[in-house]
């Protein structure tokens, strides 16, 4: 069966300070692999998907990057983090056609 | 431009009572609509896709076209029913409303 994983699952960064959120799925092969921002009152906001390795779509302008370096391997980034970018960010994995699978999430708070 | 909305941020409800969340969603083509569901402390999931025209955990959703709606409905809410609703469209990937706090109360 497949399975996916984030870490860390919490995390506490300072203004200015990098990050790398990481996501690995397991169990399947060539998913399309996706990030969300999950804010209070703001829902569910797509930032990244990728349909293979190297191939990154963003949505949104941001602070952020994602890099997708393996199959099963998807990161998030930010070379230097900013008090907006607090917030839960979630994983998700899908098949070519088909619902998506989420992670954990990971916690992010920037002091 | 707002593909999918969720018009009520939060929702209270009685033990017993009905529960009906709204979505209503802007696509031109034939949508493709479902509704995930977030559990305290677990992860987001699947809870019912319109094309598959099931009920699950006493959850219906009836995709209507004419007014662009695919509204979930339970007809006697449980207090397990509390959670965080998200209705969501896929245009090649998917696009959340910004969900529905449920709170079912005895």
């Known amino acids: 069966s497949q399975t996916i994983h984030q870490w860390p699952a919490t995390l506490v960064q300072p203004v200015g300070s990098p990050l790398s959120l990481e996501c690995t799925v397991e169990?399947?092969?060539?998913?399309?692999l996706y990030w969300y921002r999950q804010a209070a009152g703001r829902g569910l906001q797509l930032l990244f998907y990728?349909?293979?390795?190297?191939?990154i779509s963003s949505e949104v302008p941001q602070n952020l990057s994602a890099s997708r370096p393996q199959d099963r391997q998807f990161i998030l980034s930010s070379k230097k983090l900013l008090l907006s970018d607090s917030g839960f960010y979630l994983c998700?994995?899908?098949?070519?056609?088909?619902?998506?699978?989420f992670g954990p999430g990971t916690r992010l708070t920037v002091t | 431009a707002q593909r999918v909305t969720q018009p009520e941020k939060l929702l209270s409800v009685f033990k017993g009572a009905p529960v009906e969340l709204k979505c209503n969603y802007s696509?031109?083509?034939?949508?493709?609509l479902f509704w995930y569901v977030q559990y305290s402390r677990q992860r987001l999931q699947l809870l019912l896709r319109?094309?598959s025209r099931e009920s699950i955990k006493g959850f219906t959703a009836d995709l209507n076209k004419g007014e662009t709606s695919f509204h979930l409905k339970k007809p006697f809410a449980q207090e397990e029913d509390s959670a965080m609703y998200y209705c969501?469209?896929?245009?090649?990937?998917?696009?959340f409303g910004a969900g529905t706090t449920v709170t079912v109360r005895a």
């Open positions: 319109h094309i």
């Open positions: 969501a469209l896929r245009r090649g990937e998917l696009s």
């Open positions: 990728s349909v293979g390795i190297g191939q």
């Open positions: 696509y031109s083509g034939s949508p493709e």
């Open positions: 169990g399947t092969s060539n998913p399309n």
């Open positions: 998700a994995w899908s098949p070519w056609v088909g619902e998506q699978y």
